[in-house]
Nanobody, 115 residues
């Protein structure tokens, strides 16, 4: 079955950086787009970034210029490089893949930006 596993979260000071990973198994990774979402306490889950199977990318306005989404098809892994982190970036970050019309989500990884 399709599985997504996020990693790389943690505690970082404002202005710092983190790189999140999303390891995918159970499907042909290279043919699917990957989305990164985040959800802060009390907020709805929001779309942060998308990378298509051809490598085109799109970002939420709140992270544009600071975050970079990428993928390594040889490793079946997508990444979210987060720079110049702000306290408002604190959230649980999830990756998502849509396969045969079904959404598959990882378990999430916590990112906390605090001094």
């Amino acid at each position: 079955q399709v599985q997504l596993v996020e990693s790389g979260g943690g505690l970082v000071q404002p202005g710092g950086s983190l790189r999140l990973s999303c390891a995918v198994s159970g499907t042909i990774f290279r043919i699917y787009a990957i989305n990164w979402y985040r959800q802060a306490p009390g907020n709805q889950r929001e779309l942060v970034a998308t990378i298509t199977n051809s490598g085109s990318t799109n970002y939420a306005d709140s992270v544009k210029g600071r975050f970079t989404i990428s993928r390594d098809n040889a490793k079946n892994t997508a990444y979210l490089m987060m720079n110049r982190l702000r306290p408002e970036d604190t959230a649980v970050y999830f990756c998502k893949l849509v396969y045969s019309g079904v959404e598959y989500w990882g378990q999430g990884t916590q990112v906390t930006v605090s001094s």
